[in-house]
């Protein structure tokens, strides 16, 4: 809230996340690689990445999400850990990069926190149509970032 217009979020965002997960999870990209956690329960958190999506910032961690009841325990920091472990193994020499919404301050603040860096700043074109800034972060490879 606050990002996209109330009519997407009340309106059709359901069914667009719907259809893409429809799609992400039944007719997976070859690169696509997503992690779920449990607590025996429910799930609490989920990540999703491309492997080798941009040939200079390499896998795109796309999606990064955990539940509001599970957040500041190290969920998010495992998942993302993980996502840089699985491309290092599957896209050698490859970073990780991600894209953070201006606005997203708490985010921004986490994906420092976890040593990632701004390296550049673009305009996202929303689902509702509109504008959004937002910050390209970054993990270089581990070799380049223990030299």
Same mark, same amino acid.
């Given at each position: %809230?606050?990002?996209?217009?109330?009519?997407?979020?009340?309106?059709?965002?359901?069914?667009? %996340?719907?259809?893409?997960?429809?799609?992400?999870?039944?007719?997976?990209?070859?690169?696509?690689?997503?992690?779920?956690?449990?607590?025996?329960?429910?799930?609490?958190?989920?990540?999703?990445?491309?492997?080798?999506?941009?040939?200079?910032?390499?896998?795109?961690?796309?999606?990064?999400?955990?539940?509001?009841?599970?957040?500041?325990?190290?969920?998010?920091?495992?998942?993302?850990?993980?996502? %840089?472990?699985?491309?290092?193994?599957?896209?050698?020499?490859?970073?990780?990069?991600?894209?953070?919404?201006?606005?997203?301050?708490?985010?921004?603040?986490?994906?420092?926190?976890?040593?990632?860096?701004?390296?550049?700043?673009?305009?996202?074109?929303?689902?509702?149509?509109?504008?959004?800034?937002?910050?390209?972060?970054?993990?270089?490879?581990?070799? %380049?970032?223990?030299?």
């Amino acid at each position: %809230r606050g990002m996209l217009t109330d009519a997407y979020l009340n309106g059709s965002l359901l069914e667009d %996340r719907y259809t893409l997960w429809q799609q992400r999870l039944t007719s997976a990209a070859a690169n696509q690689h997503v992690a779920v956690l449990d607590d025996g329960s429910q799930i609490i958190g989920l990540a999703c990445a491309f492997g080798g999506h941009d040939p200079v910032w390499g896998t795109l961690l796309e999606n990064l999400h955990v539940a509001p009841t599970h957040k500041r325990k190290g969920i998010g920091r495992t998942l993302v850990q993980h996502v %840089r472990r699985w491309s290092e193994q599957n896209h050698p020499g490859a970073g990780v990069h991600l894209w953070v919404l201006a606005p997203n301050t708490p985010a921004q603040s986490f994906y420092r926190r976890l040593n990632a860096k701004s390296v550049e700043a673009s305009i996202w074109h929303a689902p509702d149509g509109s504008h959004i800034a937002q910050h390209r972060y970054t993990w270089h490879p581990p070799q %380049r970032e223990h030299p």
